[in-house]
């Protein structure tokens, strides 16, 4: 699907927007929320590896909310690459810093990766992050009147079939 869409740098907003989205999700095993709390100000590239940072998960240790860092790997094929892609996002969307308070926390400050299309200033929603991910995975083929796979499990389904041990995808999942 995405080769069909063309060069990275060139699609229209809201395809960028929506396929890295799907990427995040699908490499990182991430949930919509996951995604909706990236800090962007923690996030880095180096050695062509994505480093981010959720704010405040819904995991809780202790009691108290953790930053969970992790990373995702640059792709060969940059149609298909996580990295590549929030790259252009950034110099296209993200140029600019969008802190707002996080929506259980408001002591907390993250800046946010994910903005609205046309007002980059403006934090994307929830609901906006789940559509995203809807639209793109429902295009999947699947058998008639099935559900619409969640973007984590084609993640570990994808892994699991690109010979990554069983204990790693669950201990990456369940981070």
């Known amino acids: ?17 929506s396929k890295l989205y799907w990427l995040l999700a ?12 990236i800090d962007d100000s923690k996030t880095i590239i180096a050695l062509g590896i994505l ?9 809780k240790r202790k009691g108290r909310p953790i930053i969970h860092h992790f990373q995702i790997s640059r792709h060969i094929d940059q149609t298909l690459c ?14 600019t810093s969008c802190p707002t308070p996080h929506f259980n926390n408001s002591s907390i ?6 903005r609205y299309i046309k007002y980059h200033t403006k934090p994307l929603m ?11 995975s429902g295009l999947i083929n699947r058998p008639p009147n099935t559900p619409i796979p969640k973007a984590r499990a ?3 389904t994808l892994a699991s079939s690109a010979g990554v041990l069983a204990d790693d995808i669950v201990t990456h999942a369940f981070w």
Request: glycine residues 4%; hydrophobic residues 45%; aromatic residues 10%.
């Open 26 to 37: 699908v490499t990182g095993f991430l949930r919509a929320s996951d995604i909706n709390r």
């Open 109 to 114: 400050i993250v800046n946010r990766l994910l």
């Open 126 to 136: 929830l609901d906006r992050i789940t559509r995203y991910l809807h639209l793109l």
């Open 1 to 17: 699907m995405f080769r069909d869409w063309g060069n990275t740098a060139e699609l229209f907003d809201k395809n960028l927007t």
């Open 82 to 95: 996580p990295v590549y892609t929030d790259v252009v996002y950034k110099q296209r969307i993200a140029q």
């Open 154 to 156: 084609i993640g570990a």
């Open 51 to 59: 480093n981010l940072a959720i704010v405040s998960p819904k995991e």
